[in-house]
């Protein structure tokens, strides 16, 4: 990966937050492989993406095809679709970087924090990919409608969370490149802190009439000793 960009896979991907993350990191250079239950909408959703982004390297399958081919698989599906599409690429993830996207957001009380007997979306990731897989989670906290928003400076950091440093350190790249500014979150066991925002975020969004809210971390690195 360090003498070129890796392929991210973005199972999933036709979806709106999906379709936003392959939008920025297509414009940022990186080949970007959509992954979709049905192989005909993620190749849809390939080429009108690259009518947008003109030479940029792009390609649709199913969500197995998909992790099959890439470096970095970005999983971005509902929470009810979340157990069949990790079973679904188990064995294409295994030794790969994993970025679980997923929150587990229960209709239609989405605003109140539901949190699976694992504790979280990426750490149940982790356990039923196993060891060998570098499960990461992040982006829980971005407004899809921003992402695909060209013109919107997206206010609102990242927090990635993963059990490896070096694979949190591929992810923050990503969040770079997409043109946020991202931290390193802790461990997978953390990963319940961002899912759990994303409900307070929605609960927000109604009282206040936000488009999108979102979270900044405060303080200069290295500012103390």
Do not use: C
């Amino acid at each position: 990966m360090a003498d070129s960009k890796p392929f991210i896979s973005i199972l999933g991907g036709t979806g709106a937050l999906g379709a936003g993350l392959a939008l920025r990191w297509a414009i940022a250079g990186y080949p970007v492989i959509i992954g979709s239950r049905a192989a005909d909408r993620a190749a849809d959703s390939a080429k009108a993406l690259v009518e947008r982004v003109p030479g940029s390297t792009v390609s649709g399958y199913d969500n197995a095809e998909a992790a099959t081919r890439g470096d970095i698989v970005v999983m971005t599906v509902p929470w009810d679709n979340h157990g069949p599409t990790i079973e679904a690429v188990k064995d294409a993830v295994q030794g790969k970087i994993f970025v679980d996207v997923t929150v587990p957001l229960v209709p239609p009380r989405v605003s109140r924090v539901h949190l699976p007997p694992e504790g979280s979306a990426g750490k149940t990731s982790q356990v039923l990919l196993g060891e060998n897989v570098q499960v990461t989670s992040a982006f829980h906290n971005i407004a899809a409608a921003h992402l695909q928003d060209l013109e919107h400076e997206i206010d609102s950091d990242v927090l990635v969370f993963g059990d490896k440093k070096a694979a949190r350190e591929e992810v923050l790249k990503l969040v770079d490149a997409a043109g946020m500014k991202g931290w390193h979150g802790g461990p997978i066991d953390n990963s319940v802190v961002g899912e759990a925002l994303t409900s307070m975020l929605i609960h927000i969004n109604r009282n206040y009439k936000i488009g999108g809210a979102g979270i900044r971390i405060t303080g200069t690195p290295g500012e103390t000793e």
